[in-house]
């Protein structure tokens, strides 16, 4: 796998949640033969070993559930810990998601029916704004999250939590704001998915270049990739509608940008959009 990723001309890495544990012994010993760097590790990693496919969802810390909470903070601690083992700075966090109507699906599906920003459109969106704020699950996140931060500090690694795409989930632009007020500390940061962003934006819950900016003294990292109008997102830069020339030059030279593909893009396109990169943004 890293292989083909160094290969690609890439020597830099992020760690998915995708990865088993059993994956892990052969992922150490390439790295200690190879000047590649794990930028990063995207929670939960390794797999939860009762899960048997990628599944970064599969316990949350919104659930009402106390055993789930535990599960989902077991396997934030353990994937703190193999960030560590590799030398990853940063862990990339999805924190959960409410119980509500997929709007989002009801909103893209309406932009295929021809219906975007139509009377109907609008009064969907209104309607899952209401429901989402109508949902209290902030101060149980909040006190999920303390450990896990304490963990982390303790071990020198960042929590970035990642924007999502769906209404639904957690947190919303007013609570990512809230939270970085009650997390005032250095421990906590802000990764910015580019793809999601855009989706965000196309929906018109969102601009994504001025989220961009609110964002960046909190921005820890990003994920790189394109979107085809509305959702089809993970698509190789260049061949969407992100408007990578002006947002790319505003994030700090040092921060990662780890590109967050299909599986099903090309290598050829996949090295032709990296030539590209480099050159537009040495």
């Not at 992922?27 to 048997?52: G, K, W, Y």
């Not at 997102?233 to 994030?251: C, M, N, Q, Y």
Request: hydrophobic fraction near 40%; charged fraction near 25%; aromatic fraction near 10%.
């Amino acid at each position: 796998m890293l292989q083909e990723i160094f290969t690609l001309g890439f020597d830099r890495v992020e760690l998915g949640h995708g990865i088993r544990q059993s994956l892990w012994e052969g992922i150490e010993r390439f790295l200690a033969d190879h000047p590649m760097t794990v930028t990063s590790l995207h929670n939960f990693c390794p797999l939860p070993i009762e899960i048997q496919g990628s599944a970064p969802d599969c316990y949350q810390c919104t659930s009402p559930r106390a055993a789930e909470r535990e599960r989902a903070r077991h396997y934030t601690l353990r994937t703190i810990d193999h960030a560590h083992q590799v030398g990853a700075k940063r862990v990339v966090m999805h924190l959960g998601s409410v119980a509500i109507r997929n709007y989002t699906e009801k909103l893209i599906r309406s932009i295929f029916a021809g219906r975007y920003l139509d009377r109907r459109y609008v009064r969907i969106k209104i309607a899952a704004i209401q429901k989402r704020e109508a949902v209290a699950a902030y101060d149980r996140v909040v006190e999920w999250l303390q450990p896990a931060l304490v963990h982390a500090m303790a071990a020198g690694v960042t929590l970035g939590i990642e924007n999502r795409i769906g209404i639904e989930t957690f947190p919303s632009e007013r609570e990512f704001r809230r939270l970085f007020r009650d997390f005032d500390n250095s421990g906590i940061g802000y990764w910015h998915d580019f793809g999601h962003a855009q989706v965000r934006h196309n929906l018109t819950l969102i601009d994504h270049a001025e989220w961009l900016t609110e964002m960046l003294p909190r921005q820890v990292g990003c994920h790189i990739h394109d979107v085809q109008f509305p959702a089809r997102d993970h698509r190789v830069p260049f061949s969407g509608i992100i408007d990578f020339a002006t947002l790319i030059p505003s994030l700090p030279v040092e921060q990662p940008m780890v590109w967050e593909l299909s599986p099903n893009a090309s290598k050829d396109d996949i090295v032709a959009a990296l030539t590209h990169w480099k050159g537009r943004f040495p």
